[in-house]
């Protein structure tokens, strides 16, 4: 018997919209998304452990996203019911109270549209997936892990600040960088520009590879 396959969104395409019951009230991804970075997560099931520990990671870093002008949204296959349930039980036990809204997507409808069931993992729990969306709505970055392994709330927030910061300066970001790092000038296209470059003060590697501080 096939699995059965459903659409996944790619990189540079523009984010599906949907209106749904949240944690917070009725929501239209669109309009809460309006103008701002969005980061759209996906967890496996409430009351769970590895994904309490993740949820309560996104949580304790909502300075930080509101910081750097992101939003947060949430997922589980899970009734609003349970979501409230599971919100109160994290808040009473660990004092830490999940304020971004969490969808409660029972008939997986939105899961469906982002490619967050992969029957390969399971049919009825969504993948911990990760989209990173622009103000333009556009995706710009996809993180998938399977239902054992926890994300890394560091590289979540470093690649954040990547997105926003290349498209801050018109540059691309090497392996590793991190906010103070240099960032890599494009390669030139065309002669003159190969000319400009190599009378450059610029950090190159080779004339392809160069590098500039941001300072």
């Known amino acids: 018997m096939e699995n059965t396959i459903y659409s996944m969104p790619r990189i540079g395409d523009i984010a599906p919209d949907f209106e749904v019951m949240t944690t917070t009230g009725m929501l239209k991804f669109s309009e809460y998304a309006h103008n701002s970075w969005t980061i759209l997560f996906s967890h496996p099931a409430d009351?769970?452990?590895?994904?309490?520990t993740e949820m309560?990671?996104?949580?304790?870093?909502?300075?930080?996203?509101?910081?750097?002008?992101?939003?947060?949204?949430?997922?589980?296959?899970?009734?609003i019911h349970a979501h409230?349930?599971?919100?109160?039980?994290v808040r009473e036990k660990t004092g830490v109270l999940f304020e971004f809204p969490i969808i409660a997507d029972i008939d997986m409808s939105?899961?469906?549209?982002?490619?967050?069931?992969?029957p390969g993992e399971s049919e009825t729990a969504?993948?911990?997936?990760?989209?990173?969306?622009?103000?333009?709505f556009k995706i710009r970055l996809i993180m998938y892990y399977p239902l054992n392994v926890g994300r890394n709330m560091d590289e979540i927030k470093r690649a954040l600040?990547?997105?926003?910061?290349?498209?801050?300066?018109?540059?691309?970001?090497?392996?590793?960088?991190?906010?103070?790092?240099?960032?890599?000038?494009?390669?030139p296209k065309t002669v003159d520009a190969l000319q400009e470059r190599l009378k450059s003060n610029l950090e190159m590697v080779d004339f392809y590879l160069a590098k500039r501080s941001l300072d």
């Open 84 to 89: 409230i349930a599971w919100v109160n039980n």
């Open 110 to 118: 939105v899961a469906k549209k982002y490619g967050m069931l992969q």
């Open 126 to 136: 969504a993948v911990r997936a990760v989209f990173f969306i622009d103000p333009a």
């Open 56 to 79: 309560t990671g996104f949580a304790l870093e909502k300075d930080f996203f509101k910081a750097h002008e992101t939003k947060l949204i949430g997922l589980s296959i899970d009734s």
């Open 161 to 187: 600040l990547a997105l926003q910061t290349s498209d801050a300066n018109k540059c691309a970001m090497p392996l590793d960088w991190r906010p103070g790092d240099k960032v890599i000038v494009p390669a």
């Open 47 to 52: 009351f769970t452990p590895v994904c309490t």
